[in-house]
């Protein structure tokens, strides 16, 4: 299989024991990697302790003198850094709840590992069995541990690796151009409509003289509130525009999003961040639905030069679809439930949300040959080097955690070398870099560190909540989330939402007293679960004329006519 999402314990487990019975005959004619430490050579700076630098990689340049036989090739692929919806779907109560519901079953790990972000101090060198900063500034840290495998007589090599890329000071960050593409269709009315302009707020808060913006609404037709302009200079218009959308009609997102991404393109600036930012329940049903279109939307002369946030908002908001579309536009993916949630993403993460430090990340592992994959807590990865899964964006101030294990077809596995590779391309200047060091596993390997720990019992909690691991048991987990030290906040949060889960908690009451208290930089000025009417005047169709109560009305049309259509099927 060269490259695949990740898929069912009992498949994958099938598939390491297939691989490895047919693994046993080629192995014994391969040598280990570790018997030829000169069969990795490459054109780059030698370091001090004998790995190979970061620097600019040479176009077309490939891994030449490594022994095919002798390695397996792994590139491992977590998601966007700021892809963190599923952490919040499960705290607003779709997670485990007495039973798994089809929200739970379409949520991923390494969105709750992403949200759940490590304190500094498990960056320390204590912390981890190794780490670097690269010459771009990129902080890489890997941790190992040796355990038993899931397949039986077996052992695994688990291995974390942590990227982050630190906080950018709002005075040294560059300009952002930002492409608002707002859904005001009926059914974003209410609490939705309301959530949305808060966001809008709080991130006009963080706007800085440089920065411009753009505002596109969509119904059932796409509208352009205003082209991009100049924040500084138009602050009091753009904040009454933003504070004033309201919700009606149908839902036609490809044209908003095109029209978005029009502003985006014929704006775009390399020394800025340009990102369309999308505000929608994502349920589109007017116009083209295709996610396949959208992806072309994304790019500027063949590279990846705008990036796409989707913030999904309400409970009952389409989470494949939001997803699949932030996949194709190369960006993130959150949920705002309630205010909480507005104010944490827009307040204290707004600026991890839009700043990019990195593009076209790639973490790419050689291991001995023996090795197989046996679990990963990121979004895909593939086994073959022309079989490649998409690479990803790390975002200033945010971290990437990745936790992979692979079995061991021999003990003797464990006497080789692995080799990390990271390539990645700085925004600020462009050029792809390249981070690559080659450790023998047995420097890697003793107790566990905390940031391995604490990763690992993440990953449990949320294949626990999400179903993946359903005979998982919740106290033991919650216990030892509880026992684990250092404690932080998020570690808190977890062990509290196990419980609330437990207590099949439906909605996101319960999960609001787990919640450490951040401070809400804004108060809205419209009032608690208020309908609001559509009141952008002549143009936008027949919504403009009517009330909220006549709207609620229109969209009750549908479901009255089809019943009194059904009745009179049944008397005829």
């Known amino acids: ?53 970061a620097g600019e990689a040479d176009a077309g340049e490939e891994d030449a003198g490594v022994q095919p036989g002798a390695w397996a090739w792994f590139q491992l692929s977590p998601d966007d850094s700021t892809s963190m919806a599923s952490a919040q779907l499960l705290k607003a109560g779709m997670g485990y709840s007495g039973g798994y519901s089809y929200q739970a079953l379409s949520l991923h790990a390494h969105e709750v590992i992403n949200y759940y972000d490590p304190p500094a101090a498990l960056r320390e060198p204590a912390a981890l069995a190794a780490s670097w900063t ?23 090599l688990e291995l974390l690796v942590h990227l982050y890329a630190p ?9 952002w151009n930002l492409h608002l593409c707002v859904d005001v269709s009926g059914s974003m009315m209410g609490e939705k409509i309301q959530f949305t302009r808060e966001a809008l707020q709080l991130l006009a808060d963080a706007m800085r003289p440089g920065d411009k913006i753009s505002l596109t609404a969509f119904e059932s037709v796409a509208h352009e509130v205003f082209a991009t302009k100049d924040f500084a200079a138009n602050e009091e218009e753009i904040r009454a525009a933003l504070a004033g959308i309201d919700a009606c009609g149908s839902t036609n997102m490809i044209e908003g999003l095109a029209l978005a991404y029009q502003h985006a393109q014929e704006s775009y600036d390399p020394q800025a961040v340009n990102r369309v930012i999308l505000f929608s329940d994502g349920n589109a049903n007017v116009g083209d639905t295709a996610v396949a279109r959208f992806a072309a939307l994304t790019r500027i002369n063949n590279q ?16 494949e679809r939001m997803d699949a579309l ?118 890697l390997l003793g107790a ?26 919740p ?6 989330i509880a026992e684990l030290e250092p404690q932080d906040p998020g570690l808190a949060e977890l062990a509290c939402m196990i419980d609330v889960l437990r207590a099949g908690s439906s909605s996101g009451d319960g999960a609001a007293a787990c919640t450490p208290d951040f401070p809400i930089s804004y108060d809205g000025p419209w009032g608690e679960g208020e309908d609001f009417e559509c009141s952008y005047g002549e143009g936008f169709g027949v919504c403009s004329a009517l009330p909220a109560a006549a709207l609620h009305a229109l969209w009750a049309l549908p479901l009255l006519a089809g019943l009194v259509w059904r009745g009179r099927r049944r008397r005829r």
């Open 448 to 473: 566990p560190g905390p940031l391995l720990e604490r990763t690992r019992l993440i990953e449990r909690y949320a294949r626990w909540a999400t179903g993946e691991d359903p005979a998982a048991d």
């Open 134 to 156: 690269t010459e771009g500034e990129l902080f890489v840290g890997v941790d190992a541990d040796r355990r038993a495998a899931t397949v039986p007589d077996f052992e695994a």
């Open 326 to 443: 932030t996949d194709a536009g190369k960006g993130a993916h959150v949920f705002l439930p309630n205010g909480d949630e507005v104010g944490a993403i827009f307040g204290r993460m707004v600026r991890k949300l839009v700043e990019v430090a990195a593009d076209e990340i790639s973490v790419e592992v050689m291991l001995p040959a023996g090795f197989t994959l046996e679990r990963f807590s990121g979004e895909e990865y593939s086994t073959e080097p022309i079989a490649r899964v998409p690479n990803v964006v790390l975002a200033a101030g945010d971290d990437m955690t990745l936790l992979a294990s692979f079995v061991a077809l021999d003990a003797t596995n464990f006497d080789g070398e692995v080799i990390l590779t990271v390539r990645y391309r700085p925004l600020g200047s462009g050029a792809e870099q390249l981070f690559q060091r080659r450790l023998r596993i047995a420097d």
């Open 304 to 319: 990846e030069g705008i990036y796409l946030s989707g913030v999904g908002v309400g409970y009952d908001y389409a989470i």
């Open 167 to 175: 906080e950018v000071a709002v005075e040294d960050r560059r300009p």
């Open 1 to 53: 299989m060269p490259s695949s999402k990740i898929i069912s314990a009992p498949w994958l487990t099938a598939g390491i024991l297939l691989a490895l019975s047919a693994s046993c005959a080629e192995a014994a004619m391969e040598a280990a990697p570790g018997d030829n430490p000169d069969n990795f050579e490459r054109s780059k700076r030698a370091a001090p302790d004998g790995g190979l630098d």
């Open 475 to 480: 106290i033991a987990l919650r216990d030892a």
